[in-house]
Structure formats: structure tokens, C-alpha cells
């Protein structure tokens, strides 16, 4: 992608009923702008950006609780909507996943609007995409306003230096100091050369009972408890819940380790499927934010909101607003 000063040429976007339903929190000049709108699938990536045509967000900077975004809630949209998005939620915090700032070929394949769908061939080979197009973009989404504060979920599923090193390559023409990723116990040693040597932090994310390697946030903090302390946890706060763990707790616990959070809400604490918008199901919103403040955490709660994959502005919406409006019942707003 080319990273040039020419004026953005933006589609038209005429909003969806979540972008409708995203205006009853939005100053009265955007909300006229929320009519309906079909959105399509496109490769955006060789688009360029001109900040100056972009509304910057306003981030609740000085709060302790600093609000930010997961890309993989908006993983059915293209980087156009996803930093329109991102300026209507009036957030700059951003943790990008692969489909939004690709670093393999398949990320390539996965943007594409297929008619019909069409699945990715199992024997294709991804090649990693030339290291000056990641940092276009990176630079790209920087010039729109934005604060590329972690990526991911990567993947590490290989003991091997071929696999490693270029996700690492990729991570620093970035410019992003935090891997959000899945390792193995196996190669937890392997990664740790890599962090001594990149200065990049790893913020291993659990993904609940159906994952074989790190289920829980205490079954990271076991795992790396002896390790450089660049390596960490990112505590994704309702796959934790699912492995049963007590979420509070587990923040107290990581304490210097706890590199990112990925919030999200259930409506009951064993099901996968029954996730609601933050707030409104049985996640502990305010004892969870309590305890953030309490171990002075310096980084993000992104939102990582995954149903409603095709609609989910309105579930986005309740959610930062739900969040937003328990800060201001703690005093912070």
C-alpha cells in the first residue's frame, strides 16, 4: 500500500441500522449523518488515508480505565469502516488483528469478497507480506489518528525460528510493542530468545476450555512465572470466566504481567454462545476496573465484541456506553 497526501477518497457510507442505533450517542451534527447503508467486503488495503478528512477521535486519555478496541469485533469489515468505526466510538486505542494490517498472504485472501463463498484451499502456502507495505499501512492508520497498541491474536504454533522470526519482523515494521498470541508450553523458551532480542512483549491470551494450552490466565502465569517479565498475559476476561476462573482475581494475580484485557460479557459463565453486549450479562464490569486501578495497570480494555459479526455496531455501542457509564458512576468521566 502507498502512503501518500492525496485527499481520501472514501466511499459513500450510508449507515445501517447499527450505525442508526450508534447515533443516540453521537453529538447531533453525526447522528443527521446515520441513515441506513449497505456494506460491502472489499480489499482496501491499497487504499490511502488523508487525516486531514477525518473527524479525530477524542480519547478518555486521562482516565485510569483507558477504552480501546479489538479489530477482530469489525473482522467482517474493511480498514475504511473499521477507522470510521473507530471515530464514531470516539476511541483511538486500537489492537489490530492480521485482516485489518495483513501479514500473510491468506490475510490477503480472507479481505476478498467471494460470490459465491468460496473456502481457502488447505495446500496453500501463505507468503508474508513485503515488510514496507506493513508499515504503510501501520503509518496509514497512525496518520488517521490512531494508537496501534497491540496485534493479534498471532499465532505461534511452531518450535522453529523460520516460523517466529518474521512474525517478529512484522511486529517491529509496525512499530507495535505487543503481541496479543496463542504459543505453545513447547516453544514459550524459543519466544523468549525472540522478545530478549526484539524488545516486543507477548500477551499470551487464554481462550477458555477449548484451548489445550492455556485455558486460563492462571494457566499463563503458571507457565511464565520464571520467564523475562516481557513476557505476560493479555486476560481475555469471558473465555477466562468460561475456564472458571475468577476473573478479579486473576487481574490481582498478573499484576506487572497483565499486558492488554479483551472484554467481553456472558449471560451464563459456561456458555460460549450466550455473549451479550458488556454490561449486560454477569461479567463483574466495576470490580474488574476497581482491581485495574488498584495495580496501576498501564494499558487498554479493548472491546472484542464477537457476535453480530456482519451488524455489530449496536452491540458495540450498548457496550462502550455500558463501560463509559460505569466509569462515571466510579467518578471518572
Given amino acids: 500500500m502507498t502512503n501518500s497526501a492525496s485527499t481520501l477518497t472514501r466511499r459513500t457510507l450510508l449507515r445501517t441500522s447499527a450505525l442508526a442505533a450508534a447515533a443516540t450517542l453521537l453529538p447531533e451534527s453525526q447522528a443527521q449523518n446515520a441513515t441506513t447503508a449497505v456494506y ?16 479525530p477521535p477524542l ?3 486521562d482516565l485510569p480505565i483507558r477504552l480501546g478496541i479489538a479489530s477482530y469485533t469489525f473482522r467482517s469489515f474493511d480498514s475504511a469502516h473499521l477507522i470510521d468505526f473507530m471515530h464514531q466510538l470516539k476511541t483511538p486505542l486500537l489492537n489490530l488483528k492480521s ?5 500473510t498472504s491468506l490475510d490477503l485472501v480472507a479481505t476478498q469478497p467471494k460470490t459465491p463463498p468460496q473456502p481457502v484451499q488447505a495446500d496453500v ?10 508499515a504503510a499501512q501501520a503509518a496509514a492508520y497512525r496518520a488517521a489518528g490512531f494508537v496501534l497498541t497491540a ?12 516460523d517466529i522470526r518474521p512474525k517478529f519482523e512484522y511486529l517491529k515494521a509496525a512499530g507495535i510493542p505487543i503481541a496479543v498470541c496463542a504459543p505453545t508450553h513447547q516453544n514459550l523458551p524459543r ?29 499463563v502465569l503458571a ?18 470466566m468460561r475456564a472458571g476462573a475468577d476473573v478479579v482475581a486473576a487481574i490481582y494475580a498478573a499484576g506487572p504481567r497483565l499486558y492488554d484485557i479483551h472484554i467481553k460479557d456472558l449471560a451464563d459463565a459456561t456458555a460460549k454462545e450466550s455473549q451479550v453486549a458488556v454490561g449486560e450479562g454477569i461479567m463483574p464490569v466495576r470490580a474488574i476496573f476497581q482491581a485495574l486501578m488498584e495495580i496501576h495497570y498501564p494499558g487498554n480494555v479493548d472491546l472484542e465484541y464477537e457476535i453480530h459479526a456482519n451488524d455489530p455496531m449496536p452491540g458495540v455501542v450498548e457496550s462502550f456506553a455500558n463501560m463509559r457509564g460505569v466509569l462515571a458512576g466510579m467518578g471518572l468521566k
Fill in 40 to 55: 460491502s467486503r472489499e480489499a482496501s488495503f491499497q487504499q490511502t488515508y488523508a487525516p486531514a478528512t477525518l473527524k
Fill in 151 to 162: 496485534a493479534g491474536n498471532i499465532t505461534f504454533d511452531k518450535d522453529d525460528d523460520a
Fill in 59 to 61: 480519547p478518555d486519555a
Fill in 223 to 240: 507457565a511464565v512465572k520464571n520467564m523475562d517479565p516481557r513476557i505476560g498475559l493479555c486476560i481475555d476476561l469471558g473465555h477466562a
Fill in 99 to 103: 485482516v485489518h494490517l495483513p501479514m
Fill in 191 to 219: 519466544l523468549e530468545k525472540f522478545v530478549k532480542e526484539y524488545n516486543i512483549k507477548l500477551a499470551i491470551h487464554n481462550h477458555g476450555p477449548e484451548d489445550k494450552n492455556f485455558p486460563s490466565p492462571f494457566d
Fill in 125 to 134: 502456502h501463505p507468503t508474508m507480506i513485503p515488510l514496507d507495505q506493513v
